[in-house]
């Protein structure tokens, strides 16, 4: 199964709406960059509801050894610079990104990507959710974007419809 490297808001997101097993539960190994690690860690000390990442043994923290020039580096922040980077140094893994910005970076520079609804799918797909649509009326709840033409293909996706 190829790594998936995973963002900062996936992590949040998803731990948000206690559904961060679902990472290790699609059989796939999951990794953080440095700078996601850092994100967290720093969002924990401020309050913010994130997992604490020393109780997560199957997560695996990595450092960026190369960092190629990104087109759109002025609208990406630090995690989601070390997603793409590292998803570049590590052929056959799969950046996990949500930000429209760091996505649109990952397309142009050929990286393989999903984001928190495309694993939201799979879950579904492979039995490990039962449904997709209580979940994105959750992440909305909490201040994930999802625009109504993306909820509707996510949902048509999931064999789903409101």
């Not at 679902?22 to 440095?34: C, D, K, R």
């Not at 960092?67 to 610079?81: D, I, K």
Request: hydrophobic share 45%; aromatic share 4%.
């Amino acid at each position: 199964m190829p790594e998936l490297i995973c963002d900062t808001t996936v992590v949040q997101y998803l731990h948000q709406v206690h559904l961060l097993n679902l990472l290790p539960a699609l059989g796939s190994p999951i990794v953080l960059p440095e700078a996601v690690v850092a994100e967290l860690e720093q969002g924990r000390v401020r309050g913010i509801d994130l997992p604490d990442l020393s109780a997560l043994s199957w997560l695996t923290t990595r450092s960026v050894r190369v960092r190629p020039p990104l087109t759109r580096a002025a609208e990406l922040g630090s995690g989601e610079s070390e997603v793409l980077w590292l998803t570049l140094e590590r052929p056959g893994s799969i950046a996990v990104l949500d930000d429209a910005a760091a996505r649109q970076q990952a397309i142009e520079s050929g990286v393989p990507l999903t984001g928190i609804l495309g694993l939201l799918v799979d879950a579904k797909r492979r039995g490990l959710l039962p449904a997709v649509s209580p979940v994105l009326d959750e992440l909305q709840r909490r201040g994930f974007y999802l625009s109504a033409r993306t909820q509707t293909l996510v949902l048509g996706h999931s064999g789903e419809t409101r």
